[in-house]
């Protein structure tokens, strides 16, 4: 699900390309998932922790990493889009048939009044791309969706084939006829602290810097490893530190 929510109910222009899904003995997990734009070779990161998740479509984050913030996302995950999942999950309560009536119905004016909808918006490629309304939605999943009659959006998203595609076009119909804006604003939270793989420099946060040393070494000393395994990979973390950097 948070595979699903990353690639599908946030678009950013941003497609997973790695997943990684982390349990702790006591039964907490974390997930941390990398998506990568192809227009500007960009990468942008999600985090998720167990023991803060309330909601899987609902800010589910604990943090959203990325270099670049997008003049216009599409975000279902937002508080603000609560109304717009529901509209959206209603429309999949009926017949395929009005769902392709409903999109034809905004299709002819959708091109002139999305930049009024979204004036702050920069008109670059991605956006007109990534954004306009799709040409077609997965008609076997909505059907699916119909037989189904999802309880919430969650549900709605765990439908197979209910893609990027699809979720755009329910969203722009909840907003165009039954007027349930989503959120337009882009979720990402925090830029990366010291560095990227691209050897671009940023400023250094100290403090930040600090806790990370920190949590590595706490992770290194409280291993089950041997102890001279403990000092090898000590002595590994050293070599990241600079020789007079002290923590506090």
Same mark, same amino acid.
């Given at each position: 699900m948070s595979a699903k929510v990353d690639n599908t109910a946030i678009q950013a222009g941003y497609p997973l390309y790695h997943h990684a899904f982390l349990v702790a003995e006591d039964g907490k997990w974390a997930v941390v998932q990398q998506?990568? @734009? *192809?227009? /500007? $070779?960009?990468? $942008? $990161?999600y985090h998720w922790l167990s023991e803060h998740l309330h909601n899987f479509v609902v800010?589910?984050?604990d943090a959203i990493v990325g270099d670049v913030k997008r @003049?216009? *996302? %599409? /975000?279902?995950t937002a508080k603000e889009s609560q109304g717009c999942q529901e509209i959206s999950t209603d429309i999949v309560k009926e017949k395929p048939e009005k769902v392709m009536r409903l999109l034809q119905s905004i299709r002819p004016a959708h091109q002139m009044s999305l930049q009024k909808w979204m004036p702050e918006a920069k008109w670059k490629e991605? *956006?007109?791309e990534v954004f306009s309304l799709p040409?077609? %939605?997965?008609w076997e999943a909505l059907r699916q969706a119909y037989e189904f009659q999802p309880k919430n959006y969650e549900q709605l998203l765990s439908i197979r084939g209910i893609g990027p595609a699809t979720v755009r076009g329910l969203a722009l119909i909840a907003e165009l006829v039954y007027g349930e804006k989503p959120s337009w604003k882009d979720p990402v939270e925090y830029s990366f602290a010291y560095g990227g793989k691209d050897g671009v420099p940023y400023p250094v946060d100290r403090r930040a810097m600090d806790q990370s040393i920190q949590v590595l070494e706490n992770a290194i000393n409280n291993a089950r490893i041997s102890s001279r395994e403990k000092l090898k990979s000590l002595r590994g973390l050293r070599q990241y530190v600079p020789s007079d950097y002290k923590t506090k």
């Open positions: 998506g990568i @734009s *192809v227009q /500007d $070779r960009t990468a $942008r $990161r800010e589910p984050h @003049s216009v *996302v %599409l /975000d279902m991605y *956006v007109i040409n077609n %939605l997965n």
